[in-house]
């Protein structure tokens, strides 16, 4: 009887107590909401409160963007020696709320920016409104979903040749994908290691015609047809690749390739469904900015950072435009007043 009537009382509870909870938050009104962290939110949030906007960053459970799973950084200026992304995130997130800004943990699930002010709801049930707008939620890199491609994630499996190519000197590595992407990344790669190697799943690349030539004339890249990557391999001390198993889709073959780095290059997906038939967007879901500028098609909404960027997708140009976007709020809300 004691149970049941307990269950009655949370029932009742959650029929009429928590509902009036919910819809009597205080709504959290700022001049400038940022929305991500990473180099591109933290950015913004360091200018916008320098410049006394008193901003509100809301990030998820796990801030820092995707500098929180790369392990040494030598490419991001001012560090004359290796330095630590989650370290570097750290850093960012401590000068932000040095400066004043206001960080909250909370998953936005809604957004409403056809009125003013513009408004976001989180899943806590709290509800933010906002003279301008700045999204910084990043896009995320496709991976294969193997265990031991995690595993060995930040320890020679990258998303990113750029930023990791430079360790790889001398030493044979993998690219996985058909893309122009996978295909830039490999020629990218050649700069560094002895030997690339390419492996597709089908039996011809979905690239360019013009970087398809270039890649078959690169005498250090083999193609690696109808395969596709079964296991990472590698070392625990120190942690590292060692090697990968391929299968072929055809024969069902398995075959061991002795690599140092496995790099996926099959795309990535920007963090955008929240501001769909809101903001202008490609077809691959980035947000479209105007020329020369952060600002979307929606005055007083800021796009920063990979959530906008396909193309360089770099820490130190994510957080170039986190510093865009916060002078253009703050001219934009000293235009509105």
Same mark, same amino acid.
């Given at each position: 009887a004691y149970l049941a009537l307990k269950e009655v009382l949370l029932i009742l509870a959650s029929v009429t107590i928590y509902p009036y909870i919910m819809n009597n938050k205080s709504t959290k009104h700022t001049k400038v909401l940022i929305l991500g962290?990473?180099?591109?939110?933290?950015?913004?949030?360091?200018?916008?409160?320098?410049?006394?906007?008193?901003?509100?960053?809301? *990030?998820?459970?796990?801030?820092?963007?995707?500098?929180?799973?790369?392990?040494?950084?030598?490419? =991001?200026?001012?560090?004359?020696?290796?330095?630590?992304?989650?370290?570097l995130m750290d850093e960012m997130k401590g000068q932000a709320e040095a400066v004043g800004t206001v960080m909250i943990q909370d998953h936005i699930n809604k957004v409403d920016l056809s009125k003013k002010p513009f408004e976001a709801v989180?899943?806590?049930?709290?509800? =933010?409104?906002?003279?301008?707008?700045?999204?910084?939620?990043?896009?995320?890199?496709?991976?294969?979903?193997?265990?031991?491609?995690?595993?060995?994630?930040?320890?020679?499996?990258?998303a990113c040749a750029t930023c990791d190519?430079?360790?790889?000197?001398?030493?044979?590595?993998?690219?996985?994908?058909?893309?122009?992407?996978?295909?830039?990344?490999?020629?990218?790669?050649?700069?560094?290691?002895?030997?690339?190697?390419?492996? *597709?799943?089908r039996n011809e690349l979905r690239a360019e015609k013009m970087l398809q030539e270039k890649l078959k004339a690169n005498?250090?890249?083999?193609?690696?047809?109808?395969?596709?990557?079964?296991e990472v391999l590698g070392d625990s001390e120190p942690k590292g690749v060692n090697g990968i198993k391929i299968k072929n889709v055809k024969s069902n073959k398995i075959t061991e390739l002795k690599v140092h780095g496995l790099f996926i290059a099959i795309g990535h997906d920007p963090a955008t469904s929240l501001f769909k038939d809101q903001l202008k967007m490609d077809?691959?879901?980035?947000?479209?900015?105007k020329p020369d500028s952060t600002e979307t098609n929606v005055p007083g909404v800021?796009?920063?950072?990979?959530?906008?960027?396909?193309?360089?997708?770099?820490?130190?140009?994510?957080?170039?435009?986190?510093?865009?976007?916060?002078?253009?709020?703050?001219?934009?809300?000293?235009?509105?007043?």
């Open positions: 962290s990473g180099p591109a939110g933290y950015t913004a949030a360091i200018y916008a409160a320098r410049a006394m906007l008193k901003p509100i960053l809301v *990030h998820g459970s796990q801030p820092g963007g995707q500098l929180t799973t790369t392990t040494d950084v030598e490419n =991001y200026p001012g560090y004359s020696k290796v330095i630590q992304g989650p370290w989180g899943d806590s049930g709290q509800i =933010y409104t906002a003279d301008s707008f700045i999204i910084s939620t990043g896009a995320q890199a496709r991976w294969l979903n193997i265990k031991s491609e995690q595993e060995f994630r930040g320890y020679g499996v990258s190519g430079f360790f790889f000197k001398d030493k044979e590595v993998a690219v996985v994908g058909g893309g122009n992407a996978a295909v830039e990344e490999a020629m990218f790669l050649t700069k560094f290691a002895s030997k690339v190697k390419l492996i *597709h799943r005498n250090k890249i083999e193609i690696i047809w109808d395969s596709v990557v079964d077809k691959e879901g980035y947000l479209i900015t800021f796009a920063a950072g990979d959530v906008k960027d396909k193309i360089f997708r770099q820490a130190v140009t994510a957080a170039g435009m986190g510093c865009m976007s916060a002078l253009e709020a703050e001219k934009f809300i000293s235009k509105s007043n």
